[in-house]
């Protein structure tokens, strides 16, 4: 890709509140090609994988165009209370307070590998809830895979702790 895709992430200061510096992935999405790239670059990480998971909301944007790629099925992990089957759930520390991820329980074969999917990468709180969401389902995450990362928020450690062996895979360099 020639084009330099970073130039397409929108910077926001103070959304959605004070002190954060919001990453807008949507001038990314608007261009069809770059779009296209990303999804390709992330469909080939999912060689060894059975299952494509996106984490709501922006994670379904790109993990859905993967599993489409592939021809691997989607899993969507969803905040509480928006599935209407049989959920499990996982609760988890965001930078204020607490959140909670939900999945359908029972749809996927025990042991199946699992890609995750997200468009940031920030402080890892997320992408671990998600991650033990899968094992809780006894299904296996094997990697993640985010469009960009915030270095400076400490996340690849917290993942490695949590989780590790666990690869984490980024699209756009810094
Ligand atoms: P975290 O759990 O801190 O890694 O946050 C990750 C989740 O929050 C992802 O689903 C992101 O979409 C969103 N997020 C967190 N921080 C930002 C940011 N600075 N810009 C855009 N999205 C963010």
């Known amino acids: 890709m020639t084009k330099d895709l970073n130039n397409l992430i ?40 059975d299952y494509v998971a996106g984490i709501e909301a922006r994670g379904f944007i790109f993990a859905s ?15 509480s209370g928006k599935l209407p089957g049989q959920t499990i759930s996982k609760s988890y520390e965001l930078e204020y307070g607490n959140a909670t991820l939900e999945m359908h329980s029972g749809l996927i074969p025990n042991g199946k590998k699992v890609l995750v999917v997200d468009d940031v990468l920030a402080t890892g709180g997320t992408a671990v809830g998600a991650a033990q969401l899968l094992l809780q389902a006894e299904l296996v995450p094997t990697a993640f895979a985010f469009l960009l990362e915030i270095p400076q928020l400490g996340a690849r450690s917290r993942i490695a702790n949590a989780l590790p062996g666990l690869q984490i895979h980024t699209i756009l360099a810094e």
């Open 65 to 79: 165009a993967v599993s489409v790629l592939t021809g691997k099925g989607f899993i969507p992990i969803r905040k």
């Open 10 to 49: 929108r910077i926001i200061p103070d959304f959605p509140k004070p002190g954060i510096i919001f990453k807008d992935i949507t001038p990314l999405i608007a261009d069809g090609q770059a779009f296209s790239y990303c999804c390709n670059e992330i469909a080939k990480f999912t060689k060894d994988i």
